[in-house]
């Protein structure tokens, strides 16, 4: 047998699929950054599939046939996996290189095969260059990480007495179930590494089982049942069944387990209580935090999504909020072993970082007063549907108020400007109604006419003559369409460079104030307007006074 660990896991251990991802995972490893698949070649289970990548296209064939490189006579049907489709390749000149990957020992052979053949070129890793680069290599090592080729664990089994069978479950180790990835580890007593993805585990001795479904399709085709048998005082079943139903950590001794079944699916994996097994009862280790979608039943527009993460968990309840989070909902779920799923929530308006955010708050504010929401967790982007809440029966925000905020929000994205919270330390006046109405009218029509009869302006003399030059050829006077002038203000935002003021006709009269600066005193004759405009101003052509 051989002594090197990897050499033996790629050669016995690993079926051919996982040897495919394998592979490819070295070969991107090694520079090919852009392999892509280009459809799987199943060969008696053995051959992996073809890959080409983009550019100069190099096809790469991944395979476990033994013997890949023997030749044959042209007359034989059955030819090794690598002349089959070296050949379908051969004489294409868009392929710059054929790349073999394999898991056997492929000689001299290999040398010729490379120095020979040229239409197209072919490169060669056989295992001895794998071991190499899986062993000495750091991103090597990172792959054997990922693929659970552990030196340590490999080489507890070399030299045991029960090395068959410490070799069995370790093959386990990247051995694919139909709906499950099993990550079997050698571990010490008492400890229980935690592995991405598991859902649950099973230990005997030093060996420990992983199950982490594919996809969650997978899970529900091959749903884990345990079937236990317990007998004892009631007082102590009942203590054990609650750890049992909850997922809190409990130990349950050999002595009160009468039978046992554990199966995935139709598989059964353990049966029997005849070992007198102790159970030990544990939550799969779990700090990913929960979305928590809360959404009105009559309109789905309106939503809100927030992150829960696990607090506490007892035999008792599961507790999960996002109070840490500072959000302008506090929401706190608590869940029983018996089912009972409470929320408690909290409006905390004044958080929201903009008036964009107020909107979409302010509409489930209103929606909880007034309509039934519905609670859903999204897990892993399969919402699920928990408890819906009735009707508060409060007070909702005033449709003019909530008309505000949405046009506030269009404002925001509009003019690409960010407008402070009106549940914060400033409040909407009435200057911001009729703001907001000017604002909302400029989106809609482009435009919106104001009621000015005179202005007065002191502008730097140099400024006074870009305006009289600006308004020669009968041209109207332009105002505004930069950071410097304000002629709008919201909730104390006044940069709007995007907004011009439009003067088609006015008298204007000059005062030189002998500072450097002019007095422009404008008396409007026709009526004036604001716009929205990007770039250079192009007003009409009327008369300048």
Not at 384 to 395: C, L, N, Q, T
């Amino acid at each position: 047998m051989s002594r090197s660990p990897t050499r033996y896991a790629l050669e016995k251990l690993i079926g051919w699929e996982e040897f495919e991802r394998l592979g490819t995972s070295v070969l991107y490893g090694m520079g090919f950054k852009d392999v892509k698949s280009a459809g799987g070649v199943k060969d008696g289970g053995k051959d992996a599939a073809i890959y080409t990548s983009d550019g100069g296209t190099i096809v790469i064939q991944i395979s476990q046939e033994q013997n890949p490189l023997k030749e044959v006579k042209p007359t034989t049907k059955k030819k090794s996996k690598f002349w089959r489709e070296y050949k379908r390749w051969a004489g294409n000149k868009k392929i710059v290189k054929f790349l073999f990957l394999s898991n056997q020992d492929l000689g001299n052979k290999k040398t010729d095969l490379m120095e020979n053949l040229n239409d197209p070129p072919v490169d060669m890793y056989g295992i001895d260059e794998l071991v190499n680069f899986l062993d000495y290599n750091d991103t090597g090592k990172e792959i054997k990480k990922q693929y659970a080729i552990l030196d340590k664990d490999l080489h507890e089994v070399f030299g045991a007495d029960d090395q068959n069978e410490k070799l069995n479950k370790v093959a386990e180790v990247i051995s694919q179930d139909e709906h499950y990835n099993i990550h079997t580890l050698l571990a010490p007593p008492n400890t229980q590494p935690q592995i991405p993805g598991s859902i649950f585990s099973m230990q005997d001795g030093q060996v420990v089982k992983y199950f982490a479904p594919k996809s969650y399709d997978h899970y529900l085709q091959a749903i884990p049942t345990v079937n236990v048998t317990l007998s004892g005082k009631r007082e102590d079943i009942e203590k054990y069944m609650n750890a049992i139903r909850s997922g809190a950590s409990m130990q349950i001794p050999a002595e009160a387990v009468k039978d046992f079944k554990f199966q995935v699916g139709d598989k059964i994996f353990m049966e029997g209580a005849t070992k007198k097994a102790t159970l030990h009862v544990g939550p799969v280790p779990d700090n990913k935090p929960r979305i928590f979608i809360l959404r009105s039943t009559k309109n789905p527009d309106i939503i809100i999504r927030s992150t829960l993460k696990m607090i506490d968990r007892t035999l008792e309840e599961v507790i999960l909020n996002n109070f840490e989070a500072k959000e302008p909902l506090d929401a706190e779920a608590r869940h029983t072993p018996d089912g009972k799923f409470n929320v408690h929530y909290a409006f905390q308006l004044d958080r929201c970082r903009d008036a964009a955010v107020a909107y979409q708050y302010a509409q489930i504010y209103n929606a909880i007063q007034c309509e039934t929401m519905e609670i859903l967790i999204d897990d892993d982007g399969i919402e699920r549907k928990i408890v819906e809440i009735p009707s508060r029966g409060g007070k909702p925000l005033s449709e003019e108020y909530i008309e505000a905020l949405r046009n506030l929000g269009r404002i925001q994205q509009f003019f690409k400007v960010r407008l402070p919270n009106p549940f914060g330390d400033r409040q909407l006046e009435e200057s911001d109604y009729y703001n907001i109405q000017l604002l909302t009218e400029i989106i809609d029509r482009g435009k919106t006419d104001i009621n000015l009869t005179n202005a007065s302006l002191v502008l730097l003399r140099d400024d006074i003559e870009k305006i009289r030059e600006e308004m020669a050829g009968e041209k109207a006077m332009a105002l505004g369409g930069s950071h410097d002038m304000k002629l709008i203000s919201i909730l104390g935002v006044s940069d709007f460079p995007t907004i011009q003021l439009i003067v088609p006709k006015a008298k204007v009269d000059v005062t030189d104030l002998k500072d450097g600066t002019s007095k422009l005193d404008v008396n409007i004759l026709e009526q004036a307007y604001l716009r929205h405009y990007e770039g250079e101003p192009q007003p009409p052509s009327v008369s300048w006074g």
